[in-house]
C-alpha cells in the first residue's frame, strides 16, 4: 500500500461484467462470443445475476412476473435495440404505467356500486415521530389502496378519526360501502 492512502483505496474491486451495450464491437458477432462456452442459458444467468448482486437487488425478485415480462420481450427484441434512460424510466414509463394503473383502478370503483366495498384503515408512527393512516378499499377479493393522512399534527382521538372515515365514505360513496 503506497503511503498516505487508506484502507478503503486499497480494497479489491469486484470483477465486471463486459458492458455489452456501452461497447462499439457490441454487434451480434460480440454478445453471441460472450456466450461462447455453449451455453446460452448460463451466459444469460450470468449476466442478468450480476445486475442482482451488484446493484443490490434481492434475489428474490427474480421470480417477479414483471421480470419475467422484461427477459421474454428482451429475448424477442431485435438486436441493437438499446434499453431506456433513467430520464425515461422515471418520466415517459412512469407516466404510462400511471394512467394504465388508474384504468385498472377505475375499472374497480365502477364494481362498488355493484358489489358493495369495505374501507380499512390502518395506522403507524415512525420513529422519526412521523404518524400516517393508510385508507384501503376490499371488494371483490381485491385490495386498493385509497389514499393516506399525515396525522402529525392531530390528536388521534375519535373525533379526528371520525372525521377522516367520513370524509373517504363520502369519496368512495355511502350506497357503497357496507
Known sequence: MRRGASVRDSQPTPPMAPSLYKSSKARQKSVWSYFAGGNVKEGMGRLISKFFIYDNVRAEKASSHHFKN????????????????????????????????????????????????????????????????????????????????????HIKNYKYIYKLLRDVIMEVGEHNAF
Do not use: H
Not at 70 to 87: D, E, F, N, R
Not at 93 to 103: A, P
Not at 132 to 152: E, G, H, P, Q
Open 70 to 153: 422484461m427477459v421474454l420481450g428482451c429475448q424477442q427484441a431485435s438486436v441493437g435495440v438499446q434499453p431506456p434512460t433513467p430520464y425515461e424510466v422515471r418520466n415517459k414509463y412512469l407516466e404510462m404505467e400511471y394512467k394504465d394503473i388508474s384504468k385498472y383502478v377505475n375499472k374497480l370503483r365502477s364494481k362498488w356500486e355493484t358489489n358493495g366495498c369495505i374501507i380499512m384503515c390502518d395506522g403507524w408512527t415512525g420513529p422519526t415521530r412521523l404518524s400516517i393512516i393508510n385508507f384501503m378499499v376490499y371488494s371483490k377479493r381485491k385490495t386498493i389502496f385509497l389514499k393516506y393522512v399525515d396525522a402529525s399534527d
